[in-house]
């Protein structure tokens, strides 16, 4: 049985399960005053004013089947071992409450994006006072002039890189996507859980053993499995607050076409994309920024004969990754247009279906 709801632009909107109303009047998009009309009813109705029939029950209500025949036979998407993982889950966002962790980790997140753009600036500061050690180092002025270059091009990289992490924050304030259910965000949400769990223990695995060839391999093996592990666990967090994190709502088992249902995953793919990628440049460039003062402390001492190299890389990666925040902006606006595009074709196929009549329409 389903409803449309009328909106407060005055357009009717579904048709939606009774369960997807309940579900919008939990998070207050439906109050009760808002009108409704059943599929192929005549009259409107206040949402405060319906009468629930009384063969509807709440998903997951019900009494419980302990017949091990009649639990195979029932249409569920639930198990014991799928209801523990759910629980498990719910349990690991349950501490502070939604809200305030979004906040938190909002906060948490702008500071590592803000670090990362300080970063290029520092690079372009130690790239610049290595060069002048290696000029004197080789009575020489060129170098200096190349350290002058990249000092100079690093103002240009932190101006970009702070101009689209904005930007980028910004995108996703914008309207909500709509989610079917939230499979998705779950699945990704207990894979990734379980992927930081393994490449953290194969991480230090690989130093221990690393190191019984070289210290410093070992060392480096196990910074970078660690940086990976911590940003892996990143996508779990987020993908455990996908309304919250990426303004995604999750309406179960509200009616979406199998090519809406599609464009709306590439949208939420893209605003995960969009998040991770703020991440992903602060702790980059931190990395590439304590490779960079590593390998110049070397290359000053004169400790390492490869220093310079591996001191030149660390600065090629510090200043690459500042324009990483610009190339995931033209990225996910790329594939929004893509999924905007399939969203339109549906769009104009609903509004010139048959609908209901609104009651100022009825009233006219």
């Known amino acids: 049985m389903n409803y449309y709801y009328l909106a407060d632009d005055q357009k009717p909107i579904g048709p939606l399960p009774l369960s997807a109303l309940q579900t919008l009047a939990a998070s207050s998009v439906l109050k009760p005053d808002t009108l ?40 569920t998407d639930q198990t014991p071992l799928v209801r523990f993982l759910d629980q498990r889950l719910d349990r690991l966002r349950k501490p502070g409450g939604d809200d305030r962790f ?24 130690l790239i610049l006072l290595g060069s002048v050690v290696v000029a004197i180092r080789i009575d020489a002025g060129s170098p200096i002039l190349s350290g002058v270059g990249a000092a100079l091009l690093s ?22 996507v709509m989610l079917p259910t939230d499979v998705i965000p779950r699945t990704m949400s207990l894979l990734s859980l379980i992927a930081a769990v393994g490449i953290l223990v194969f991480s230090i695995y690989d130093a221990i053993h690393s190191s019984e060839v070289s ?60 998040r991770m990628g703020a991440l992903v440049f602060g702790y980059g460039m931190l990395a590439a920024l304590a490779a960079l003062v590593i390998n110049g402390t070397f290359l000053v001492g004169q400790s390492r004969l490869n220093a310079a190299d591996d001191a030149f890389m660390a600065a090629a990666a510090a200043l690459g990754l500042a324009l990483l925040p610009m190339v995931i902006h033209f990225l996910y606006l790329a ?20 609908q209901p009549s609104s009651p100022r329409t009825e009233a006219d």
């Open 102 to 125: 979004a906040v938190g980790f909002q906060r948490y997140a702008r500071i590592v994006t803000n670090l990362g753009s300080y970063g290029v600036l520092l690079a372009g500061v």
């Open 215 to 274: 210290l410093r391999l070992g060392l480096i093996s196990g910074a970078i499995g660690i940086l990976a592990a911590v940003l892996v666990y990143h996508v779990h967090l987020i993908c455990s607050f996908p309304k919250h994190l990426l303004n995604v709502e999750c309406l179960e088992e509200a009616v979406f076409r199998a090519g809406e249902y599609y464009a709306n995953l590439v949208k939420y793919s893209a605003r995960l994309l969009l």
């Open 335 to 354: 594939t929004v247009l893509v999924a905007d595009l399939v969203s339109a074709i549906f769009e104009i196929e609903r509004n010139t279906a048959p």
């Open 155 to 176: 103002i240009i990289l932190h101006y970009l890189a702070v101009k689209f992490s904005c930007t980028n924050e910004r995108l996703m304030d914008r309207s909500p």
């Open 36 to 75: 409704v009309i059943q599929e192929g009813g005549a009259d409107w109705t206040r949402w405060g004013d319906l009468e629930v029939p009384d063969e509807w029950e709440p998903p997951g209500g019900g009494s419980q089947r302990t017949n091990l025949w009649q639990l195979l036979q029932q249409d």
